[in-house]
């Protein structure tokens, strides 16, 4: 079963998807890559500078025909109506208390569904950062899914998704290959990365 999300939704998403492929044309940028083939998986998105960088990446997710889903606090999903349309969007709420373990949240998530792709930015700020969070990793490496490699590149105007990495659970060699893939992306704000 899927989840009922803005990106799924027919006429919604058909009209999204229009607009954006014609906004993308007329200024200049070109979508990538392809749906992934992979009913659970992971779409990392980097490099992180810039406000921009969450739209740019759901202009792809509405190209690409993607479902992507986002981490958040549990209190943004309050009862009623607040909740419904956080989730409507593609919300996933976690307790991030103390006795909570977000990791083991999100590895649940993946068990209790049939297809279920969550967009992280590991970098986990806008600000320049000498270490992306790991939690993205192990997340993936406890559910068994693919990390999916998303991106934004200022110098080539391309924006997408690249190739499928299959984590080995060695973290530190596995980080140098997903981080050789953006070695050469340039972000809204190349002084950040």
């Known amino acids: 079963m899927q989840t009922r999300t803005i990106f799924n939704t027919p006429l919604v998403s058909g009209f999204f998807r229009a607009v954006f492929k014609a906004l993308t044309w007329l200024i200049g940028w070109q979508i990538v890559g392809e749906k992934p083939i992979d009913k659970k998986y992971m779409l990392i998105a980097a490099p992180h500078t810039s406000n921009w960088d969450?739209?740019?990446?759901?202009?792809?997710?509405?190209?690409?025909?993607?479902?992507?889903?986002?981490?958040?606090?549990?209190?943004?999903?309050?009862?009623?109506?607040?909740?419904?349309?956080?989730?409507?969007?593609?919300?996933?709420?976690?307790?991030?208390?103390?006795?909570?373990?977000?990791?083991?949240?999100?590895v649940a998530q993946y068990a209790a569904r049939d297809e279920l792709m969550v967009l992280i930015a590991p970098e986990g700020t806008r600000s320049k950062v000498e270490n992306w969070k790991a939690g993205f990793y192990h997340i993936t490496v406890g559910a068994g899914v693919p990390i999916y490699l998303g991106f934004l590149c200022t110098k080539t105007r391309q924006t997408g998704i690249g190739k499928a990495f299959y984590p080995t659970g060695d973290y530190q060699k596995d980080m140098v290959e997903i981080k050789a893939f953006y070695k050469d992306k340039v972000g809204f704000n190349p002084e950040l990365v």
């Open 54 to 106: 969450f739209p740019t990446m759901m202009v792809v997710a509405f190209v690409l025909r993607l479902n992507p889903h986002w981490v958040g606090k549990h209190t943004l999903f309050p009862p009623g109506i607040v909740g419904v349309v956080m989730r409507w969007f593609g919300g996933i709420g976690v307790d991030r208390r103390e006795t909570h373990n977000t990791v083991d949240q999100m």
